[in-house]
């Protein structure tokens, strides 16, 4: 069996020790995700699997024989942007670079989360098919990825200029 990766099969690592992370970045040179804490708390190393945000550092690459990973290398193209990568961009949501692609990830994860009614802890009716996209449902889901620069305004702004009308 195989990974996919961005649309590529890839072989699982021979060793059933390696986080999808260390799969990614050592064995794939793809530097996209990073390592921020290690512990999964930062949110750095935020990947989509099977369209589901993961913390890359905390999966075992062994565990995702069969499913489909995205990176932020899989969204977009130099070229041509996502976006929600523009978007980032034109609001300034990054400074040094180095947590936006789990941004960027965890952001396009939370849009289907709302469009399919998945709670969060400000969720006013939880048995709603699908959730409304609002300032305080974006800040709760987007709260597992830490900006050390502090461009969080920047970020909601681009967040909210590019999904808003896409989790409605």
């Not at 180095?98 to 952001?107: D, E, K, L, N, R």
């Not at 449902?137 to 009308?165: H, K, P, V």
Request: with cysteine; charged share 20%; aromatic share 2%.
């Amino acid at each position: 069996m195989s990974i996919t990766i961005n649309g590529k099969a890839v072989d699982p690592p021979e060793d059933p020790r390696v986080s999808l992370l260390d799969l990614l970045r050592d064995h794939l040179a793809l530097p996209g995700a990073k390592m921020g804490c290690n512990q999964g708390a930062c949110g750095a190393c935020t990947v989509l699997v099977d369209g589901e945000r993961v913390l890359s550092c905390l999966t075992l690459a062994a565990q995702m024989e069969g499913r489909s990973v995205t990176t932020i290398e899989g969204i977009g193209s130099p070229d041509v942007l996502a976006p929600l990568q523009q978007a980032f961009v034109e609001h300034d949501g990054f400074q040094c670079g180095y947590c936006t692609p789990g941004q960027i990830c965890s952001a396009l994860a939370m849009v289907e989360e709302l469009r399919r009614g998945v709670p969060s802890h400000v969720t006013g009716d939880v048995s709603s098919e699908a959730i409304a996209f609002s300032s305080e449902e974006l800040r709760e889901r987007m709260s597992g990825n830490l900006c050390r620069c502090g461009a969080y305004n920047g970020i909601i702004d681009a967040i909210t200029a590019t999904c808003r009308e896409t989790a409605e």
